[in-house]
């Protein structure tokens, strides 16, 4: 890998991001709307946007980041510009780097806007410090951007790519502890629930609510969510392939 090749990929994504408003709007604007549609629906009952809130904070990064990832990936297989940049001195390792690198940049805006808003204007009530709350979502919104680089190898069109998101991303959010404690779950579900990342995700923000300092949980959450990361892009560029189909 090349850290001028890596940078040079993430300023052309960057790029190419600055000129399509509807992304920008889809990543960093959207998950503000929900947290603010989320807050006027739990109006009577702010203790309830309390305890969902913090757990959607974590979510709504890793869905739309997941889904605008894979999107312009897989453009960029089927319009040829990726074989032309795999036919350069161009490594898989400093093209998925530099993707990672500039929707990863994108993540961290959307997060700090995201925490901000919930916990400045909407009221978000957390025992934590904010600044966690912030770690959380920045790492969740990290996965969704490796996640959607993994699965953008498998779609033949975007079309298929969005369809991944149900596919990937659904059973996440049923069995993450959102709608039910993990722990009330069938013994079965309970153990998928536990290889899920997600699950980990939604228990990270729960430790920053419920708890005034860093525990043992919540390092062991972060670095699940991490580690989840780095291996999705890990199998990204182990599944990079150089000639589209």
Known sequence: MSTRRTLATARRVLLQLRHDPRTIALMVVVPCVLLTLLCWVYDASPRTFDTVGASLLGIFPLITMFLVTSIATLRERTSGTLERLLSMPLGKGDLLAGY?????????????????????????????????????????????????????????????????????????????????????????????SNVLPMSYAVDGMQQVLTHTGVTGDFVRDLAVVAGSAALALALGAATLRRRTA
Not at 121 to 137: E, M, P, Q
Not at 177 to 182: D, T
């Open 100 to 192: 990672a690198l500039a929707f990863g940049a994108v993540a961290v805006v959307q997060a700090a806007l995201a925490t901000g808003l919930a916990v400045l204007a909407l009221g978000l009530d957390v025992t934590g410090s904010a600044w966690l709350l912030l770690l959380v979502a920045l790492a969740d919104a990290f996965l969704g951007t490796a996640l959607g680089l993994f699965v953008s190898a498998f779609a033949a069109s975007e079309f298929q790519a969005v369809q991944f998101m149900p596919a990937v991303l659904l059973p996440q959010i049923l069995l993450c502890g959102l709608l039910m404690p993990r722990d009330r779950m069938q013994p079965v579900l309970e153990a998928v």
